[in-house]
C-alpha cells in the first residue's frame, strides 16, 4: 500500500520544513524530516485503511526540522469513496502543549 501526501495546511507545512503546503503532495513519510518515524507511522496507518476503523487520541513521536524530537496527539479517520472503501486518512493533530 502506498502512502503520499495529498496536502496539509500551511502550520503544518511550516512545521514540516516546507515554506508552502502544496510542497507537501506526492511526499512520504519516508521523504520528510521524521523518515525515521517513518514506519512507525505507517504500521499504525495500514490498519486504519484496512480496517475502516478510526483510532481517536494516539499519542506519536515526531522529529521537527531542527532535529527536536516531540509528541503529538492525533486521531486517524478513514476517508471513504462513493463505494463505502476506506482510501486515505485524515489526521487531525495537535502537540502536547509542551513542545
Not at 524530516?33 to 476503523?53: C, E, F, N, T
Not at 527536536?68 to 478513514?78: E, Y
Request: proline fraction near 5%.
Amino acid at each position: 500500500m502506498n502512502l503520499f501526501y495529498l496536502g496539509w495546511n500551511t502550520l503544518f507545512a511550516n512545521d514540516a520544513g516546507f515554506a508552502d503546503s502544496k510542497d507537501i503532495i506526492g511526499n512520504d513519510d519516508y521523504q520528510m524530516v521524521w523518515r525515521d518515524q517513518a514506519q512507525l507511522y505507517r504500521d499504525d496507518d495500514h490498519p486504519v485503511i484496512k480496517s475502516g476503523a478510526s483510532k481517536l487520541l494516539i499519542e506519536e513521536p515526531q522529529t521537527t526540522p531542527e532535529g527536536k524530537i516531540i509528541t503529538l496527539l492525533t486521531s486517524k479517520i478513514p476517508l471513504r469513496d462513493s463505494s463505502g472503501d476506506a482510501k486515505c486518512i485524515f489526521i487531525p493533530l495537535s502537540d502536547d502543549g509542551d513542545n
